[in-house]
């Protein structure tokens, strides 16, 4: 129970982690000044009460910790699940479960995958098909040139995957942590569909954009 | 009606189990489906073979005993009970599968027969409330609010047949739980130990090997009482209250 309660308030975090990276990635559509301005402002954020990149690292650890909590919650009581139905059914039907409720363990695996190849292209640089830059937004425009598709198409599978995670996500943890009511059910999925929804596209229309040539 | 019937053979709990198939004929669609398994056991004891073991009692829908899973989906495509299912939701020459719950909470005990004391035991942990003995108070003595006493009966009017436990992905038996964590916290009479029974509701749950909710809902899909989803929210609600004001013990 705890486990779920931890599930709930670090996926929350992730959630809102989400939101401000998002926001980040549109500036790429106010110019290269903005978009390198934005990442370079987030390395001064406190200063002087913190020290260079002091605040970015607080991020960074707090989102790590999350998703260590979020991932080792979720491993314990995915074994619990397997080993509470030791015989399986032969026939299985489902009633009314969402293709996003029963992805949600493998699809935080791919989640999981996909946050590492992500952080090694484009914020260390260490994979950079399209040779490495220090300015953060030559880095996304060469990473998502169409030659570099198969790149591209990773991050809309694994944003995908994101948006359905969230979808049933965020209703879960409203309902773990006590907000869901008979009233309230509909109110609930539609705020995760739409968060979701949210989510989902502004994370696909910075590299989408770059692909079909609409950023240079 | 002719009807081909896969169904879950178990001689006993160390059985390893098979899945047989038998053929019924001459199946009315009037028959409920406990019925046309009569006819099957009817036919497998004229011919010598151990009839077909499923639990059974009011044939009613009101008891909760039976319960099978029926191709796949617990008490069968429609949300009832087995015993209040007819053969008409079937099609004639239909291959259908017949298991038992599937739970390591709830051992098979022969063929469809499953043993569910996992659920008395919950309810011993503290789904009941502490009385004074008596006279009887006067009906109108305690007011309940008209909403909390609708809220509390949905919740009451759980059976404990399992099928929640059967359909959960996760083999939870969370609604199960928060049904009478609900129908007991809407009460006055419920509210002494409403702290103390959430906890002490759910560490049995745990300990009885249940899995964990992700509130997928496949539960209050197939109840055939209706148990509301948002029961289990409410469990939740309780079980962080309790938590936080520490009156757990």
């Not at chain 1, 301005?37 to 991020?59: K, V």
């Not at chain 1, 949600?104 to 040779?131: E, K, S």
């Not at chain 2, 749950?205 to 197939?222: K, L, P, Q, R």
Request: charged share 20%; with cysteine.
């Amino acid at each position: 129970m705890a486990l779920k309660s931890a599930m709930a308030v670090t996926g929350g975090i992730l959630v809102l982690f989400l939101i401000a990276h998002m926001y980040g990635n549109l500036n790429v559509f106010a110019g290269q000044e903005a978009f390198d301005s934005y990442s370079h402002h987030l390395r001064e954020l406190g200063e002087p009460m913190l020290p260079h990149g002091g605040f970015l690292w607080i991020m960074r650890v707090v989102l790590l910790v999350s998703i260590i909590v979020h991932a080792y919650a979720a491993a314990v009581l995915a074994i619990r699940a397997n080993r509470a139905r030791p015989v399986r059914y032969q026939a299985r039907k489902r009633v009314q479960r969402s293709y996003a409720s029963y992805t949600m363990r493998w699809g935080g695996v791919l989640i999981a995958l996909f946050a590492i190849f992500h952080i090694l292209h484009l914020t260390t640089n260490h994979i950079h098909p399209g040779g490495a830059f220090d300015s953060p937004y030559e880095r996304l425009v060469a990473g998502f040139q169409p030659e570099f598709f198969y790149v591209t198409l990773f991050y809309i599978l694994s944003v995908i995957a994101v948006g359905f995670h969230l979808r049933h996500g965020i209703w879960s943890a409203l309902t773990t942590l006590g907000a869901n009511k008979a009233s309230r059910e509909r109110p609930l999925n539609i705020i995760a569909t739409v968060l979701a929804l949210v989510i989902t596209i502004g994370f696909l229309l910075t590299p989408l954009s770059v692909t079909f040539g609409l950023v240079e | 009606m002719n009807i081909t019937l896969r169904v879950w053979r178990q001689k006993g709990r160390d059985d390893k189990g098979r899945m047989v198939t038998y053929k019924v004929e001459d199946v009315s669609p009037d028959m409920s489906f406990l019925e046309m398994l009569d006819v099957l056991n009817e036919k497998l004891t004229l011919e010598d073979e151990d009839p077909v073991a499923f639990d059974h009692d009011c044939r009613e829908g009101i008891c909760g005993a039976c319960g099978v899973v029926i191709d796949g989906v617990a008490h069968g495509p429609e949300t009832t009970t087995t015993c209040q299912l007819h053969m008409r939701s079937f099609s004639d020459g239909d291959v259908i599968t017949v298991e038992p719950w599937r739970a390591k909470a709830f051992p098979v005990v022969k063929d469809l027969v499953v043993d569910r004391s996992a659920f008395d035991r919950i309810i011993q942990a503290g789904g009941y409330i502490s009385a004074p003995t008596g006279t009887a108070p006067d009906a109108h003595a305690m007011p309940v609010p008209k909403t909390d006493a609708d809220r509390a009966f949905d919740a009451a009017t759980c059976i404990g047949c399992g099928a929640c436990v059967a359909a959960c992905p996760n083999a939870s038996g969370m609604l199960f739980t928060a049904a009478k964590v609900t129908h007991l916290g809407m009460l006055p009479q419920g509210q002494p130990e409403r702290e103390a029974r959430v906890v002490n509701m759910l560490n049995q749950h745990d300990e009885e090997d249940f899995g964990g909710c992700t509130n997928i809902g496949e539960c209050a899909a197939v109840c055939p009482k209706g148990i509301p989803l948002d029961t289990i929210s409410q469990l939740n609600r309780d079980l962080l209250g309790s938590l936080a004001s520490g009156k757990a013990e």
